[in-house]
């Protein structure tokens, strides 16, 4: 019987287990993540975020992300932001501004004065082999727009790779988006051959939006971090969002601000907060 000590937090409602690998043994493919994601019989949240010894001098953490199923991703911007609050908090570190390895790529998160978390998510990718997507074949790599069938519905999506896969849809108001039903059959769809994050923009402004995202292995969610990132880079290429200024994302935890000019970094600000601390056998 092994004991485990865990931290859950949340960024937005986007909610989160966090175990420190640093100072204790946890192996994730012996432990029942499925059984702890579960509301009502375990600890409950989206993802797991481990935090591990980075494996190169670098780099100051090793962060991975575990979906409420079981599969391990690449990225996750809610979880970044409560990443870098949990190993401040816990003292693991006494940067401000640290950088982490991912299995997406290295971030550089950084706590501020104010307690929000500013996340330098890095460069966006846009080929169909970067996200991955399977265009239809009369669809050029380089389209900002794609067509993906739902049925005998043509659904179109912009695809973009915040080191982990999304696809966004542009909506006229996402309260009455089709979330359940596009978000479920784009996220398993043949075309996406390792799945994706869907994501449902309304325009308010040239910088303002709304957004509700469907996450791959675990469903529609409070917040999507990266999610967020995505959308207002759909928005700045497809010209309805202005580049290089905060956009105000709000989703149904809350607001975030991103930014984005074109060729740069993308920039995420936003909240993390801690909601208990717990033990577990298992």
């Not at 995505?230 to 930014?259: H, N």
Request: aromatic content about 8%.
């Amino acid at each position: 019987m092994n004991t485990l000590k865990f931290t859950k937090m949340h960024g937005l409602g986007n909610d989160f287990m966090v175990i420190d690998a640093v100072n204790q043994d946890f192996d994730p493919k012996a432990a029942p993540l499925a059984a702890w994601a579960n509301r009502f019989r375990g600890v409950g949240f989206d993802q797991l975020l481990v935090v591990e010894k980075p494996t190169s001098e670098a780099v100051d953490f090793r962060y991975r992300i575990f979906n409420a199923d079981g599969g391990e991703v690449e990225q996750c911007g809610n979880g970044a932001r409560c990443f870098v609050r949990f190993v401040v908090d816990k003292g693991l570190t006494d940067k401000k501004e640290i950088v982490v390895e991912t299995a997406g790529g290295m971030i550089v998160p950084k706590l501020l004065d104010n307690g929000l978390v500013t996340v330098n998510m890095g460069k966006p990718r846009f080929m169909p082999s970067e996200i991955p997507f399977v265009p239809a074949s009369d669809e050029a790599d380089d389209a900002l727009v794609h067509t993906v069938l739902v049925g005998l519905e043509a659904v179109p999506v912009s695809c973009v790779n915040m080191g982990n896969p999304h696809a966004v849809i542009v909506v006229e108001d996402v309260q009455t988006a089709p979330v359940e039903r596009l978000g479920e059959a784009i996220e398993s769809h043949k075309q996406f051959p390792e799945r994706v994050n869907v994501g449902f923009m309304q325009i308010i402004d040239r910088q303002a939006i709304r957004l509700r995202v469907y996450e791959r292995g675990a469903g529609e969610t409070q917040a999507c971090g990266t999610g967020a990132c995505a959308a207002v880079v759909a928005g700045v290429r497809l010209g309805l969002l202005d580049a290089g200024v905060p956009v105000k994302v709000t989703l149904p935890g809350g607001d975030l601000f991103i930014s984005w000019q074109p060729e740069e970094d993308v920039m995420m600000t936003g909240p993390a907060e801690t909601v208990f601390e717990g033990e577990l056998r298992y």
